[in-house]
């Protein structure tokens, strides 16, 4: 049974450049969050996928987006890169929209912005 | 708005000695509390969850944690630390659902031989 995976695992970006980041969840999961997770600080929720639409998000600016296809896999989108934008996002899957599913993280995807 | 404090960026211990690391929440209602170990380089991996059932809640690889409203605390400890506990600690609450949740900082726990 695959965990949760996600592509590519680091990745280089100069300001100002957009980048993709890809998640694929866990088998039969069909929640998709998104979190970023700064240099020494606890991960922050960027927004969360279910049918396809965004059902949840954060504190985050327009410049983050994200989809998820049929196949509950889901991409996390950024525009205008800012060297703010440096960090680890963490893609977690679940089990529908209840308190008390679990969430499965993925290994991440380091992001450089410089 | 919700919020999780981790009291102690740092925690050190001997090898074999009881491990305690602090999680107090912000809240007047009760929350869904979680506690996940990060290794380097890797994600989050989920050690216990509390869901309003039992207030002690027993986790993998020896942990547990006791959920005490009336300190608004969730606590997680470990009687005896192995080196391989050595790893960045989250606590975690959320209100609607697993996807939204709200992280501590972290703590990092550091065993000595």
């Known amino acids: 049974d695959a965990g949760v995976t996600q592509s590519p695992t680091h990745l280089i970006k100069t300001r100002g450049q957009q980048v993709t980041l890809r998640c694929s969840p866990k088998s039969g999961h069909d929640t998709v969050s998104w979190y970023q997770q700064a240099l020494g600080q606890g991960p922050q929720f960027i927004f969360q996928?279910?049918?396809?639409?965004?059902?949840q998000r954060g504190n985050f600016p327009d410049r983050f987006s994200g989809h998820q296809f049929p196949n509950y896999s889901s991409e996390l989108n950024v525009n205008a890169l800012l060297l703010g934008d440096s960090a680890l996002y963490l893609c977690a899957s679940s089990l529908a929209i209840t308190q008390q599913e679990t969430q499965y993280f993925g290994p991440g995807t380091r992001l450089l912005v410089l | 708005a919700q919020s999780v404090t981790q009291l102690g960026s740092h925690v050190s211990v001997s090898e074999g000695a009881l491990v305690l690391l602090r999680c107090n929440y912000s809240s007047s209602v009760p929350p869904y509390l979680f506690w996940y170990v990060q290794y380097p380089n890797q994600g989050l991996q989920l050690l216990l969850k509390?869901?309003?059932?039992?207030?002690l809640v027993k986790g993998i690889n020896g942990f547990e944690a006791e959920f005490k409203k009336s300190e608004t605390s969730f606590h997680l400890t470990k009687p005896s630390a192995h080196m391989s506990d050595a790893a960045e600690y989250f606590c975690a609450v959320s209100y609607t659902n697993a996807g939204k949740s709200t992280f501590g900082d972290g703590t990092t726990l550091t065993v000595k031989p």
């Open positions: 996928y279910y049918e396809e639409e965004e059902r």
């Open positions: 509390y869901t309003s059932a039992a207030t």
